[in-house]
DNA sequence: GACAATGTTACAGT
DNA sequence: CACTGTAACATTGT
């Protein structure tokens, strides 16, 4: 899920099914990917859901927010307490649900009382759950099925879950080092790409094209398949040191990156690995991709073959007649 | 079994 | 300091 078109799908969805909602309580099955005090979200509401590249933050109305990076393989799925599962949907939860939050629902509204009685109060510590995964917070049995929930999935498990006050969000090393993102014009707020940037950042630097397209404390948005597809619309070889590219070749894939990315929000994200929306369902971005995983197929423009390299420890397709 | 997979981060080396 | 390559994180699929 990974990159911005997927990971604004992701946050358009929980803006749409998620948002509203009061977090119940926090069950973690696994604990290795979560930080923070459960007890410091559960009863709060979910009221905004802002993405600053690929990552995603989701703010409580107590001044808390969940700081969210689902990396290669995580997903965040919702589910509504009376459509768990679906044909076509991941089903959940299953063995890769680490977290599950579990909201109020329509119908559902009373909170569940030995949540509070069993709860530690302001300032002490939180009981030992970390050191048994079994055990669930607050719900029973009974309780889940009355509610609906977000799952977080996640299959490698190099995805990251932050429970942070909401005005520190900043000052966590992810945010902290974001470049300007690519806009697609109705995401939220971090700082704008603009041509005019884009062209500076590419002229200070010597380094391949690719992976400074790539490089999310240079410009904040684009991983591999996109830049693969943006160079390729763009015809520039992506093994060409950023700052030899002409005011043309800049402009070129400027304006390729922010197709490209636009395309693969409309087609609801790239589902190459195990992404999925926030409902479960696949993208369908992967088969309209211009170039990344074609290797030994024919460029559609003139029937070269495919190649594919490793540039910047990353799988590299290109095509070696057009792209210059 | 070897290798690669939408990402980030830490570290060693140039 | 800037940049590069590599390993690591954990699991699946080819």
């Known amino acids: 899920m990974p990159e911005l078109p997927e990971v604004e799908t992701v946050r358009r969805g929980l803006e749409k099914y998620v948002v509203g909602h009061v977090i119940e309580c926090v069950e973690l099955r696994t604990t290795k990917q979560f930080t923070g005090n459960p007890k410091d979200i559960e009863g709060a509401t979910i009221i905004a859901a802002r993405r600053f590249g690929k990552g995603l933050v989701i703010d409580l109305s107590n001044n808390f927010s969940l700081a969210i990076h689902i990396k290669l393989t995580g997903q965040l799925i919702y589910r509504d307490a009376n459509i768990r599962n679906q044909k076509g ?12 939050f579990w909201l109020d629902d329509l119908g559902h509204s009373e909170r569940v009382r030995h949540i509070e009685k069993d ?12 050191k048994d995964p079994s055990i669930t917070l607050c719900f029973t049995q009974d309780d ?13 498990q190099f995805g990251w879950i932050k429970v942070v006050p909401t005005d520190t969000i900043g000052e ?7 470049g300007p993102e690519f806009s697609l014009g109705q995401d939220s707020g971090h700082t704008r790409m603009t041509e005019k940037l884009f062209g500076e950042i590419l002229s200070k630097s010597k380094t391949a094209i690719k992976p400074l397209l790539m490089d999310q404390a240079k410009m904040a948005g684009v991983g591999n398949i996109y830049a693969n597809d943006s160079l390729y619309v763009a015809r520039i070889d992506p093994k060409r040191p950023a ?3 002409s005011d043309a070749e800049v402009k070129a894939l400027y304006n390729a990156v922010l197709q490209v990315l ?13 992404f999925v929306n926030i409902l479960g369902e696949l993208g369908n971005y992967q088969n309209h991709s211009q170039i990344y995983g074609k290797n030994g197929e024919k460029c ?8 594919k ?3 910047g420890g990353r799988g590299t397709y290109f095509c070696p007649n057009c792209q210059k």
């Open 89 to 100: 949907r991941v089903e959940v939860p299953n063995t890769y649900t680490h977290v599950i």
């Open 119 to 130: 709860s530690p109060r302001m300032g002490e510590e939180y009981p030992s759950i970390s």
């Open 144 to 156: 889940k099925r009355g509610h609906s929930a977000l799952f977080y999935n996640d299959i490698r």
């Open 172 to 178: 966590l090393p992810f945010f902290k080092g974001l």
């Open 243 to 245: 700052n030899s590219l």
């Open 262 to 274: 636009k395309k693969g929000l409309e087609e609801g994200g790239a589902s190459e690995l195990t």
């Open 300 to 307: 559609k423009r003139d029937q070269t073959i495919i190649q």
């Open 309 to 311: 390299i490793t540039l």
